[in-house]
């Protein structure tokens, strides 16, 4: 591993989240540590073991983020709902693999399945619900939503592109990341690449990203 000076240029590179309704709308979640993403604020990585530093190249403290999907499998078996391309920027130390940095947020999302709630949301969502259908009242989410709902909400929440991808299932991600490899390193690419242009409102950055995108979607 590799300790790469502070970088102006954030690095861009894969990971999955679940999540979770707290009451400001559908979150992102890290899956290991339940750490939220929260919308339009930068991720900040600190450590459980102390490291004032953090990322440390001696320690596994750090926001994740793996340049190929393969490694991201067993995550979303285990009930990731969100795929996405990150920015990390900030610390940053290389790996053979991937990227562990100090800030991070997300800059293109796939949603793979129904929204998975993690436990005590879907409990609150209910409650949510319920109390709103008795008073009469617009119930707002439900606990149980599609692919394109929650890429819509989480679209306008975290401002950046978020696609409904259903066909990427957990249990079909293996074959895909192989067969889709490509298509991933072109999304990760343009989604480094293209950022300034995005944040200047370039319409012509945008339409790359989103095709770039939708050929990683049919590649599912």
């Given at each position: ?166 066909g990427l299932a957990a249990d079909r991600l293996r074959g895909w990341a192989r067969s889709g490899g490509q298509a991933a390193d072109a999304v990760r690419s343009e989604a480094a690449d293209g950022l300034a242009g995005r944040r200047l409102g370039d319409p012509a950055a945008h339409a790359r990203l989103a095709r770039r995108a939708q050929e990683l979607v049919d590649a599912a």
């Open positions: 591993m590799t300790l790469v000076p502070d970088v102006a240029s954030p690095v861009a590179g894969w990971r999955v989240w679940t999540v979770a309704d707290r009451g400001r709308g559908p979150e992102l979640v890290s899956p290991v540590r339940p750490m939220s993403w929260i919308h339009r604020e930068p991720a900040t990585a600190t450590c459980l073991e102390g490291c004032a530093a953090c990322p440390s190249v001696e320690c596994r403290c750090g926001l994740y983020a793996t340049a190929g999907l393969a490694p991201l499998v067993l995550a979303c078996r285990r009930g990731a709902a969100v795929l996405g391309c990150t920015a990390l920027w900030g610390r940053v130390v290389e790996h053979t693999d991937g990227w562990r940095g100090e800030h991070g947020y997300p800059l293109v999302l796939f949603v793979m399945s129904g929204l998975l709630l993690d436990p005590v949301s879907r409990i609150r969502s209910t409650r949510r619900v319920t109390s709103a259908v008795r008073h009469g009242l617009p119930s707002g989410h439900d606990h149980v939503t599609g692919p394109e709902t929650l890429a819509r909400e989480l679209a306008r929440l975290y401002a950046v592109p978020a696609h409904p991808a259903p």
